[in-house]
């Protein structure tokens, strides 16, 4: 599976913006998928994660109630819309797929065996 996440760019504070991640090869539609993001001088850290179906979701603290996670499995897509976004979100966010279940995407990254390159998401206040 390859990833290539896309949509980021320079916002404000308080307006929304969406970054998408399409998918190649095969079976992605049996993959459960997420973000995550990475700020200068700060750790990776989980963002949103979904499961191959849809049905399933799990947030960061973060970003709960301003941040929706989905996928188009037609499409080989998964989105991240972003709203109400703060300086604060200000990092590279990375797209992420494996074959595991959601807890285990969301608890233990090392393990997880897709990641495409990132995309900036800059915030100014």
């Known amino acids: 599976v390859q990833l290539q996440a896309s949509g980021g760019g320079l916002v404000q504070a308080g307006t929304s913006l969406r970054v998408s991640c399409a998918a190649s090869g095969r079976n992605f539609s049996r993959h459960t998928a997420a973000w995550f993001r990475q700020a200068p001088g700060k750790e990776r850290e989980f963002v949103a994660g979904?499961?191959?179906?849809?049905?399933?979701?799990r947030y960061a603290d973060s970003v709960k109630d301003r941040f929706t996670i989905s996928r188009d499995n037609a499409k080989n897509t998964v989105y991240l819309q972003m709203n109400s976004l703060k300086p604060e979100d200000t990092a590279v966010y990375y797209c992420a797929a494996d074959p595991a279940a959601l807890m285990v995407m969301t608890f233990r990254p090392s393990a997880i065996n897709y990641w495409g390159k990132g995309t900036q998401v800059t915030v100014s206040s």
């Open positions: 979904i499961s191959w179906s849809g049905t399933s979701t």
